[in-house]
């Protein structure tokens, strides 16, 4: 089997069998922030292009780019297609002239021509993704792989059930907004982004110990940042506290546990697996040398890519819009649909919207505006004392980028505006994911579903014992199993999948609002299931 890197979490697999094209990401994403690290525009994309199949994992934009799929990928392609709750991602491609589409059942092998077979394991919660995010298992002549991408299911298990894994592509690197945008102290920030970076990494560690496959490819990361307000993002400035470490990175993590079966792929990097061995060679002659120029590589990039940076920006202002009343529109009807949301949300949420002032470093905000949770209205803010009210959620971003959402009829703001960094948030209290969840699910059947999943969970009857204490078994956050990633210390338990963490004592969960954790001293239980 023979895979080849494509940049970020894109590979194309081949076999006798047929080919596989993954995740091809190659333009810009989320308002031209992130950018694909090394630079893979340059390969041959007719070449690639032309697979048998087709392997989206999710709608993230780093993952489905539309611009790229409609030019280059062959519409002859079979799209291998994860079973999602809603049909958004097979809509999308079917606009983009895509018609043949096999649409797998998640945790189910599938038989394709010539003896290849196929796995996708789909995720459903409505914080997976953009409703939804998937892994992609191949099997031919005996060789496996398993292409994780940035899926993150609670374990391994099925994959390994299927037999020994030769090749484990995961995801290492940060793929999200915390803790750069928030309105903290730098040290405060480089605390919180060294702690994120290590969970991170602890997190890449328990994937690779559960599968134990042969060799191990980190993938889907980093991003790059070439717009020069987004500079400082990039790890070329010594931060401990930068979450977007690259693959040369990982290499070093990875020995310092004992890792040694770690394999680097740039764009245009080829590796031959057997259930033997692996043979990968590279588009450069030195992998160390390569990352050691990453501000160079980095500089020369950004040149490249300022005049597509300069259009995008171009194309957000939309002035005739009124963002109140387009707001007023868009959301208040999901308001009155919303309980779960609604609630786990609490309270209003203010938007400071603001226009850059020539000679200053601080924005002018131009306008407030207040989803009120509560009242499930957008409202201005009322004024208290002369200042606007007190809210427990604030987010401060460019006016035009909320008027291009609106002008575009975007329903994901996550998928937009969170990840593309331009914005900033300042909050009272803990993080809160009903806040979040919300701003991905701005169309009445993904508020729908994400209401209906909320609505189904239930606290689990099944209590495991750790130490000197019994709780449920499974993780109140996204269900992880904490007989794996559980650890208790003293009368904290921490949840290494995703790094929440929970007072044993009270229940109280210490991450977010929320989520408490059914728990009680060991040997109090009646019902109680000790952990191996």
């Avoid at 280059?72 to 606009?95: I, M």
């Avoid at 290849?116 to 995010?133: E, F, N, Y």
Wanted: hydrophobic share 40%; proline share 5%.
């Amino acid at each position: 089997m023979r895979i080849t890197g494509t940049g970020h979490a894109s590979m194309r697999i081949d076999t006798a069998a047929g080919s596989i094209l993954c995740d091809p990401w190659v333009n810009p994403a989320y308002f031209a922030s992130w950018f694909p690290f090394p630079d893979n525009s340059q390969l041959d994309w007719d070449v690639l292009g032309d697979v048998d199949y087709l392997y989206v994992s999710h709608l993230h934009r780093d993952h489905f780019d539309a611009k790229h799929l409609k030019r280059f990928v062959s519409k002859k392609a079979t799209v291998l297609l994860p079973e999602y709750p809603t049909s958004q991602l097979e809509d999308e491609l079917r606009e983009l002239g895509f018609t043949r589409f096999f649409k797998t059942v998640s945790d189910e092998v599938h038989e394709l021509d010539g003896g290849l077979k196929v796995m996708i394991q789909a995720l459903i919660s409505p914080t997976d993704g953009p409703i939804g995010d998937s892994s992609l298992w191949v099997e031919h002549e005996g060789v496996r792989v398993l292409n994780q991408n940035d899926a993150r299911p609670t374990d391994l298990v099925r994959f390994a059930e299927l037999g020994h894994v030769h090749a484990h592509m995961l995801q290492f690197s940060g793929a999200i907004w915390y803790p750069m945008v928030y309105e903290l102290p730098q040290a405060a920030k480089t605390a919180f982004g060294k702690q994120k970076r290590e969970r991170q990494y602890d997190r890449t560690w328990r994937y690779i110990d559960d599968l134990k496959a042969d060799f191990v490819f980190p993938i889907a990361g980093p991003p790059c940042f070439l717009d020069d307000e987004l500079w400082q993002f990039n790890d070329i400035h010594g931060d401990e506290g930068n979450i977007f470490p690259d693959q040369w990175d990982f290499v070093a993590e990875y020995a310092k546990v004992g890792g040694t079966n770690g394999v680097v792929l740039l764009p245009g990097s080829v590796s031959e697996i057997t259930v033997a061995g692996c043979e990968t060679a590279h588009p450069v002659p030195d992998l160390a040398e390569f990352f050691a120029a990453k501000e160079e590589h980095l500089k020369a990039y950004r040149e490249r890519q300022r005049v597509v940076i300069e259009h995008e920006k171009a194309s957000w202002s939309h002035p005739e819009i009124d963002v109140l009343a387009g707001m007023r529109a868009r959301i208040e009807p999901l308001l009155e649909e919303s309980v779960r949301l609604a609630q786990g949300v609490g309270g209003p949420v203010r938007f400071d919207l603001t226009a850059p002032v020539e000679g200053q470093d601080v924005p002018e905000v131009l306008e407030s505006i207040m989803i009120d949770f509560p009242n499930k209205v957008v409202r201005r803010p009322e004024l208290v004392e002369g200042a606007p009210e007190k809210v427990r959620y604030r987010f401060r971003t460019e006016r035009r980028l909320v008027e291009h959402l609106l002008h575009i009829d975007e329903g994901d703001w996550v998928n937009s505006l969170f990840l593309s960094c331009r914005f900033s948030a300042a909050r009272i209290g803990q993080y809160n994911e009903f806040v979040y969840a919300f701003f991905k699910c701005l169309s009445e059947e993904r508020l729908q579903y994400a209401e209906g999943w909320y609505e189904s969970q239930r606290p689990d009857a099944e209590d495991i014992t750790v130490g000197d204490w019994s709780f449920q078994r499974r993780c109140p956050h996204l269900k992880a199993d904490l007989t794996r990633f559980g650890i208790v210390e003293g009368n904290q338990l921490t949840c290494q999948l995703h790094g929440w963490k929970w007072d044993l004592k009270s229940g109280r969960c210490l991450t977010s609002v929320g989520h408490e954790i059914r728990s009680e001293p060991a040997g109090q239980s009646a019902a109680q299931q000790t952990a191996v």
